[in-house]
Nanobody, 121 residues
């Protein structure tokens, strides 16, 4: 079974920074895409940023220029550097990975349990 372990959330003031980390483990053949999503109270879960195994990135318009997604060389970990944080960034942030598992080479999405980010005004 694949497990995604997240860390790095916390409480910061507006304008501050946080760095989120996510490490994948389990019976993994390949990870095609890793990314971050967030969900604020009473709202749906939305895309924040994704990165492919070839390093191609995509960002939500609301975080462009402020957040940076990156991936380890072994392609088993993903990071989200969050700068110039705003109160509206407050949410639970979830790691996501599109994983091809062994031995049957099945493809499915896995989610971390989330890490809380709170930005005070």
């Amino acid at each position: 079974q694949v497990q995604l372990l997240e860390s790095g959330g916390g409480l910061v003031q507006a304008g501050g920074s946080l760095r989120l980390s996510c490490a994948a483990s389990g019976s993994i053949a390949n990870i095609a895409v890793m990314g971050w999503y967030r969900q604020a109270p009473g709202k749906q879960r939305d895309l924040v940023a994704t990165i492919t195994g070839r390093g191609i990135t995509d960002y939500a318009d609301s975080v462009k220029g402020r957040f940076t997604i990156s991936r380890d060389g072994d392609e088993r970990a993903v990071y989200l550097q969050m700068d110039s944080l705003k109160p509206e960034d407050t949410a639970v942030y979830y790691c996501n990975a599109e994983v091809i598992t062994i031995p049957f080479m099945t493809r499915r999405e896995y989610w971390g349990q989330g890490t809380q980010v709170t930005v005070s005004s």
